[in-house]
């Protein structure tokens, strides 16, 4: 294993980037996700890669759409407000089944918001990143090590399935130093015969498309990759079970949620109360089956969230109701403390 | 304790986020679990910077510290925000040659150290912080010469190395205090 | 004996523009270019959204469908992918480079990214059935101006060559038109200069083609040529508006 250096989640993103083949990156400055950018800026030109701060997020979305659209691996980066911007080419990607690694460090919305940490985009990354029905594989890091490894297999994903892979952090991920190994395992990415890379007057013309104007050829395409999606939630649900053995309450949290929790969990063990977590690491696709399988013998589910209760409703869907879920939570930038958990856990005990 | 908090305050320009970077670095090179966290805000000097530090034989679960085991307050508006929030038993470094006034609380240990007067005074005004830090570490029985260089050595990057000899300095200077 | 060709860039498919359109013009000369400069296995296009959406399917190079107004962002992205080996270049109306995608094309234009833009001003909105385009002539009945452009309504239209000319980035600019046959031949012209800039990794190259729109103007197709004499050269004049290389040189 390779020394642990101390590192920003925003640069470990980068360097995983990096590590991965990643040459291309386009990004407009917008705290808290600037470093990623800074970064790439600094490292690019050294390794003969291409840093461009573009004139806008939908710019930098669309570059992102011509690199990949030749088949090479290609980032941007952003923050809340940024990626409703990049929404419009989100939706574009998904309509070309094009890969590509978007970063969302979040923070306080609706509108400018603020600048500090928030999870309140997570129905916009797993539900409505865009027009029409399409999802991005959504990825929740919850350490800084995890910011890289996510990074490097949000990379390896989109490439599979031909499709974004999101991660989604936040501003105390993206700002937080912790020891990191840059030790990566990196898969070859896949051919990609599809490429837009020049005829070479060698092959009929690559047409990379999001357009069909005869509904069923649409409708043909929109069924196939929902094909693909359901592949998507067999094969590549992650989620990290603590305490989860014995517990007669659980917690539902990811990202910096989860960290808050566990500190919750730890002081809540101490004083006899049986409560384990649940902490999705895909949001989507959600990991259903654990939550399932909890309902069976919990009595209570407390979904902690930086967000006015968005990841509720999918534990809720994944649960059937079947145990009541009730929701914990700070928003507008502010972080639940651990003494806010432990409350509301033993409020669920009563 | 297996656990230390660390919450370090002054204003930007100060050097809190780099004295928080030594404290976490020393950790890590010790084989401790660490995590170091700023605020962020849209000022990048002046006004108000913190920075969380966790240094733990345990994993660190949030790195947020809202009841610090240390407190570091380098200005006044520091020591009124975070005085009450030190657990009791806990430490408070302060800068006293800022700090106008004493910490009132009797149930924790404080240590007024005239900082930026000895900064100024011993030739590397910029160092406050660092005395500070070598003080923080001597109170808690972890000022190792060896091991402060080699982390210094780490923190800072090669080509400001001709500031690891003044850092030492202002360390060696605080942890004698 | 053969005395009149399809180019090979150009794919063998009915095109689907209006009869008098200049589209096709358009399409064949900068067809022809790749051919005469040996480019189309190394070409690779990027459509819009407007009338030419489906321009992806009647060149035989590579193409990409890009978001309305972003081709110049997506062009980048490719051209930056492999800068020696891909010539890039975008097909864009008047709605598309000049109203929704103004600042993808000033940025573009002001990296002097080394691409081609063949920009079709027809002064409307030709595929959703006939609006105010950015380049519609004052007082212009339009769908979305059905009592004229009223300037101090809508403001004034846009001319894209010499706005760009401003800029210290692009390598070429030129405004041509495709209403006779010597206009054609002059446009052909501008459109291979504009290819070999790139080749020659010179930057960017925006050829402006005045284009005709009898559909939505309204007219037949002989007089929308005229319409193009009498009303659009006046307002948006022919000539190079940039040559960076050619003043360097003097």
Redesign the interface.
Known sequence: MSE?I?MKGNEAIAEAAIAAGCR?Y?GYPI??QTEVAAYMAKKMPKIGG?F?Q???E???I?????????G?R?MTSSSSPGISLKG??LS?LAG?DLPALVVNVQRGGPGLGG?QPSQSDYFQATRGAGHGDFHMIVLAPNSVQEMAQLTVKGFELADTYRMTAMILAD??LG?????ISLDFDIAPAPAKPWA???????R????????FLKPEELEKHNFLRYDRYRTIEENEVMYEEYMMEDAEICVAAFG?AS??S??AI?EARKQGIKVGMIRPITLWPFPKAPFMKAAEKVKAILSVELSMGQMIEDVKLACECKVPVTLCNRVGGM?P??DQVLKAICDLQK | MSTKQILLSGFGGQGILFAGKMLAYKGMMEDKNVSWLPSYGPEMRGGTASCSVIVSDEAVGSPIVSNPDVLVAMNLPSLDRFEDSVVPGGMIFYDSSLVERPVKRSDVVAYPIPATKLAGENGFSTLANMILVGKILQALGEFDEEKVLNTLNKVIPPKRAEMIEANMKAMKLGAEL | MVVFDKPHALADVPLHYCPGCTHGIVHRLVAEVLDELGIEGKAIGVAPVGCSVMAYDYFNCDMIEAAHGRAPAVATGVKRADPDEHIVFTYQGDGDLASIGMAETVHAAARNENITIIFINNAIYGMTGGQMAPTSLPNQVTQTSPYGRDVKACGFPIRVCELLSELDGPEYLERVTVNNVKNIRNAKKAIKKAFQNQIDKKGFSLIEVLSSCPTNWGMTPQKALEWIDEKMIPYYPLGVYKDRSAKEEK
Do not use: D
Request: charged letters at 15%; proline letters at 7%.
């Open positions: 642990k101390l291309h386009f705290t808290p291409t461009l573009a004139e806008s939908i710019a930098a669309n570059m992102v759409y011509g690199v990949s659209s030749t090479k290609v419009e080419g574009y070309a600048i501003g105390t700002q937080m130093m912790e020891p837009t890379t020049g005829t070479k007057m060698e009929p013309h690559n047409i990379v498309n999001s357009l910096i960290r808050v566990k500190n730890n972080i403390s651990p």
